[in-house]
């Protein structure tokens, strides 16, 4: 009994101990998603699709750039999402936005700093040596400190005495 319980303790050390050196980036959703292959989801068609007369005449797939059914991704989307692709300038009601936005300078390179930053947050807090041997989804407890509370945020706006005109109106209770 001793031996065989000596031997589970080695196993459990054994894989607790290959667990906690995994390599790469640490991931806290762990929804076990296969990257292997294309995103079935990610095909939208903006036009009918249509066989060609010949495949061999057809263009070698290249990820990311423009094929027959969609040209101009990257600025259709900018469209649909209300930005202008013209000459780069901004609307004069951007204006105001911008300039508060940027009331204490830009960074040009945000993007890799936070980018470095959330790896570095990832990597502190992946979760427990079980959590990971068991791929545990531990995103929203590593990542609680930074929820927002909506309520709180809007009564504490309210309270200042600012207005919120996105949020629904106060409940009046006076009967």
Not at 68 to 86: E, F, K, R, S
């Given at each position: 009994?001793?031996?065989?319980s ?11 101990g ?20 294309p ?18 005449d ?46 204490y ?21 992946k979760?427990?040596?079980l ?45």
């Amino acid at each position: 009994m001793r031996v065989s319980s000596v031997k589970f303790l080695t196993f459990g050390v054994l894989i607790m101990g290959l667990v906690a050196c995994s390599k790469g980036e640490p991931s806290l959703m762990n929804m076990r998603a296969s990257q292997d292959g294309p995103d079935e989801f990610a095909i939208l068609p903006t036009k009918a699709l249509q066989e060609p007369k010949n495949y061999t005449d057809l263009p070698t797939p290249t990820p990311g750039q423009a094929n027959l059914t969609d040209p101009t991704p990257q600025a259709d989307a900018i469209a649909a999402l209300g930005g202008n692709l013209g000459s780069g300038n901004l609307r004069r009601s951007e204006g105001a936005l911008v300039s508060a936005a940027s009331r204490y300078g830009v960074s040009s390179n945000i993007r890799e700093v936070l980018a470095a930053s959330d790896l570095e947050w990832r990597r502190d807090n992946k979760g427990r040596v079980l959590e990971r041997l068991f791929n545990v989804n531990v995103y929203y407890r590593a990542y609680e400190t930074m929820h927002l509370d909506q309520h709180l945020e809007l009564e504490r706006l309210r309270r200042k005495g600012v207005w919120t005109p996105a949020a629904p109106p106060e409940i009046v209770t006076d009967r």
